[in-house]
């Protein structure tokens, strides 16, 4: 059975940077594209960044543009996601998922998910 599981949160003050990586297992890692979602206190989860499953194309939502960078290891079988310049509004628990699929946003496409982490930005 597949499994994700990620690593690297904690908390920050704004304006820290912060690297989030997600271990892949069981099941074909190269074929999956893999996306980051976060889940606010009393908010949706949403779509942060994706990566297709060579790594040539990624996708960003616009509050991360330009400050979140997703990037993938395939012959590690993991993918990470740096975070900079990080905000108060960045603090969620962040969940690594897989796709067996073209990149999506929508999270009902997924098919693996982790169980999150939480990323705290606070001064």
């Known amino acids: 059975q597949g499994q994700v599981v990620e690593s690297g949160g904690g908390l920050v003050q704004p304006g820290e940077s912060l690297r989030l990586s997600c271990a892949a297992s069981g099941f074909d890692f190269g074929s999956y594209s893999m996306g980051w979602f976060r889940q606010g206190a009393k908010k949706e989860r949403e779509f942060v960044a994706g990566i297709t499953t060579k790594g040539s194309n990624t996708h960003y939502a616009d509050s991360v543009k330009g400050r979140f960078t997703i990037s993938r290891d395939n012959a590690k079988n993991t993918v990470d996601l740096e975070m900079n310049s990080l905000k108060p509004e960045d603090t969620a628990v962040y969940y690594c998922?897989?796709?067996?699929?073209?990149?999506?946003?929508?999270?009902?496409?997924?098919?693996?998910w982790g169980q999150g982490i939480q990323v705290t930005v606070s001064s």
């Open positions: 998922a897989a796709d067996h699929g073209a990149l999506t946003i929508m999270p009902g496409y997924y098919d693996y």
